[in-house]
Each structure stands twice: as C-alpha cells, then as structure tokens.
Antibody
C-alpha cells in the first residue's frame, strides 16, 4: 500500500525556518517525481514545488522561489522541504504528493500544518 | 487569484447530475490534455478522481466523468449521492513558469 507521511510542521515566528519531511513507503520511491502542495486555512490548493525522480529537475511556485528548497533522499525514501524566511501567508497544511501520468498527483499524504505567527 | 477559474459553489439533489467547469488559457487547459480533478472532504487529503481530462483511476465510480472544450474543462457527476458532497479542484499542467496550476475549488452541496 502506498503511504506518504509528512512531519515537521509546527508554529514558527515570521522570518523563521522549518524543514518538512515526507516518508514514502509501498512503492519504488526513486522512480517517481514528487510535489509539495499547500492549502491555507479555508482556502484552495496551491502547488508549491516539484522534484524529478533523480532530483536533477526542480520547479518552484513564484510565491516561494528563493525561500524554499525541495530535496529528496532516495536511499531513505524521503522528500524534504526546507522553508526559510517564513511569512504569515505561508501558514497552511503542506501535503506531499506523488507525481503520476499527465501532471497528476495520484497519492497524497495526510498533510502537516505550518503556522507562521508571532 | 487562482490561475484556473471554477464556480465557487454548485448544488444538486440526490440522483441528479451536476457539472463543474474549469476555465484556463491556451497555456494550460486549452493547450494540453493534462487536466485532473480532485475531491476533498473536510479535513482530508485530496483524492484523484479524473486525470488526462477524462480518464478515471481504478476504484473511482463511473458516475464521475471529465471532458474538455477549448480552454474549459468540465467534471460531471451523475446520480448524485450524499457522499459526493465535498470540495472539487481542477488542475492542469502549464507551460508558464508556474509549471502546475489549480483552480480555486468548487463546493458541491447535495441538497
């Protein structure tokens, strides 16, 4: 069974940093591209970042470019999101999602809540 | 403001059919057959319902169908059931720098 489990969320002050992790199991992690998608409280989904299966190709949403860094460790079946210079508007549930055919996300984790507040 | 435009809400009675639209541009919905639809119940993760405009993943009811015309994609749910009440989001690949775009979401109410 495919499982994606996020961790690392919490309360952080504006300007602070946080590192999210996503532990993958039930599939060959190194063969799949991955994404981070977030959802602010009461709002819609927002794509955040993409990483290819090898980690050689990376994309970011304009809203996080220069502040967030996506990475992966295929040996540990893990995906990461390093978030720096956090702002109040980064407050959201962050989901990791597996990339499938046709720019689709077929499996999602349960999400981890990041709250940026003083 | 989301890149793809969806109605904020739709409603229907059990047994009826409803359609949710998703309007983009030639850089996303209109230019590629890479439109997906997700269902999200409160407090839950999104669930993939339709991919590649009109394909259903294994396990998704055939009451759900997708289509596209020009820059607008549509999700149709037939034979509405109470369990279909949820938020629905469309998504598309985009050739712009944003790589992937979502619609603002549509709240479906089953009356």
């Amino acid at each position: 069974e495919v499982q994606l489990v996020e961790s690392g969320g919490g309360l952080v002050q504006p300007g602070g940093s946080l590192r999210l992790s996503c532990a993958a199991s039930g599939f060959t992690f190194s063969s799949y591209e991955m994404n981070w998608v977030r959802q602010a409280p009461g709002k819609g989904l927002e794509w955040v970042s993409y990483i290819s299966s090898s980690g050689s190709t990376i994309y970011y949403a304009d809203s996080v470019k220069g502040r967030f860094t996506i990475s992966r460790d295929n040996a540990k079946n893990s995906l990461y999101l390093q978030m720096n210079s956090l702002r109040a508007e980064d407050t959201a549930v962050y989901y990791c999602a597996r990339e499938w055919v046709g720019a689709t996300n077929d499996y999602w984790g349960q999400g981890t809540l990041v709250t940026v507040s003083s | 403001q989301s890149a793809l435009t969806q109605p904020a809400s739709v409603s229907g009675s059990p047994g009826q059919s409803i359609t949710i639209s998703c309007t983009g541009t030639s850089s996303d919905v209109g230019g590629y057959n890479y439109v997906s639809w997700y269902q999200q119940h409160p407090g839950k993760a999104p669930k993939l319902m339709i991919y590649d405009v009109s394909k259903r993943p294994s396990g998704v009811s055939n009451r759900f169908s997708g289509s596209k015309s020009g820059n607008t994609a549509s999700l149709t749910i037939s034979g509405l059931q109470a369990e279909d009440e949820a938020d629905y989001y469309c998504s598309s690949y985009t050739s712009s720098s944003t790589f992937r775009v979502f619609g603002g979401g549509t709240k479906l109410t089953v009356l």
